[in-house]
T-cell receptor, first 110, second 114 residues
Framework: RKEVEQDPGPFNVPEGATVAFNCTYSNSASQSFFWYRQDCRKEPKLLMSVYSSGNEDGRFTAQLNRASQYISLLIRDSKLSDSATYLC???????????FGTGTRLQVTL | GAGVSQTPSNKVTEKGKYVELRCDPI?????LYWYRQSLGQGPEFLIY????????DSGLPNDRFFAVRPEGSVSTLKIQRTERGDSAVYLCASSASGGNSEAFFGQGTRLTVV
């Protein structure tokens, strides 16, 4: 089983739609969780950290379910500029590597 | 600039040659990561430095790959006897203190082995 698993997509949604991505992780001891965004042929950039209580940043909401070992990202009112690959990232400990999923590609259309 | 800098941005080399890829992290960042990314895949972990020492090198695929960070700042990824399968984008990232803090990526070095 992969350490971090994501549906690769692509998810094709119209502007204004709500879209959700899930990610599962295998290491139950994992401590930190993130969503990164990667545009085509660019480097990944942090979108948001994921906290146990869930967190929201504008149109983006991230949630963590430790019991089921999954993380979700919800994007409301999708914009064309949201088109990118969204990478789920897990850190098993405070001084450890970041493990990336393969990414979920989102394409927002008119 | 103040971001992570990687050089060269592109490197084409012949099979069997030796290459060095350089990463200049954000000043003051103690943690440095190397990843490689193939088309359609997420970044694959290679090695993680905390200061000068390699805290985790479990991702290095074989002994042709080696990385150093002698003064706790700039890092060099070295690949000996390159193979066509080594072709990928090699990404470097740094963070202030390690796994709980945001990792900032450089723009990567696109390595092509012909």
């Amino acid at each position: 089983r992969k350490e971090v698993e994501q549906d690769p997509g692509p998810f094709n949604v119209p502007e204004g739609a709500t879209v959700a991505f899930n990610c599962t992780y295998s290491n139950s001891a994992s401590q930190s969780f993130f969503w990164y965004r990667q545009d085509c042929r660019k480097e990944p950039k942090l979108l948001m950290s994921v906290y146990s209580s869930g967190n929201e940043d504008g149109r983006f909401t991230a949630q963590l379910n430790r019991a089921s070992q999954y993380i979700s990202l919800l994007i409301r009112d999708s914009k064309l500029s949201d088109s990118a690959t969204y990478l789920c990232v897990v850190n098993p400990g405070t001084a450890s590597k970041l493990t990336f999923g393969t990414g979920t590609r989102l394409q927002v259309t008119l | 600039g103040a971001g992570v800098s990687q050089t060269p941005s592109n490197k084409v080399t012949e099979k069997g040659k030796y290459v060095e890829l350089r990463c200049d992290p954000i000043s003051g960042h103690t943690a440095l990561y190397w990843y490689r990314q193939s088309l359609g895949q997420g970044p694959e972990f290679l090695i993680y430095f905390q200061g000068t020492g390699a805290a985790d090198d479990s991702g290095l695929p074989n002994d042709r790959f080696f990385a150093v960070r002698p003064e706790g700042s700039v890092s060099t990824l070295k690949i000996q006897r390159t193979e066509r399968g080594d072709s990928a984008v090699y990404l470097c990232a740094s963070s202030a203190s390690g796994g709980n803090s945001e990792a900032f990526f450089g723009q990567g070095t696109r390595l092509t082995v012909v």
